[in-house]
């Protein structure tokens, strides 16, 4: 099973940039999908970003725009870069490998375990 790191949040205010990094080790990222997830408390986590192995990527509607999803070969880890953070933004986001990148809403998750997650809080 791929088994995968985040890092990267923080505590930013509106309008500020975080990088996020999906890294793993053992296995070559390049030969999945991987979907980026935000979970808030009380609810489930969803789909926000999602790059494919041909580097096709999907966005919700909510980051479209300001989001953007990329990949490194080098460096074996996939990023997502968030622009214009909101409060609303704010969450545990999760990178794991998905069967595909669509719909983003539902991304089929490959692998049930989830890495340890990495915070985004977007304050005032």
């Known amino acids: 099973q791929l088994q995968v790191v985040e890092s990267g949040g923080g505590l930013v205010q509106p309008g500020e940039s975080l990088r996020l990094s999906c890294a793993a080790s053992g296995v070559i990222l390049a030969y999945y999908h991987i979907g980026w997830f935000r979970q808030v408390p009380g609810k489930e986590r969803e789909g926000v970003s999602c790059?494919?192995?041909?580097?096709?990527?999907n966005y919700a509607d909510s980051v479209d725009g300001r989001f953007t999803v990329s990949r490194d070969l080098v460096k074996n880890t996939v990023s997502l870069q968030m622009n214009s953070l909101k409060p609303e933004d704010a969450g545990v986001y999760y990178c794991?490998?998905?069967?595909?990148?669509?719909?983003?809403?539902?991304?089929?998750?490959?692998?049930?375990?989830w890495g340890p997650g990495t915070q985004v809080t977007v304050f005032s």
């Open positions: 790059l494919t192995t041909s580097d096709g990527k």
């Open positions: 794991a490998a998905v069967d595909r990148c669509w719909p983003i809403a539902a991304l089929p998750v490959q692998f049930d375990n």
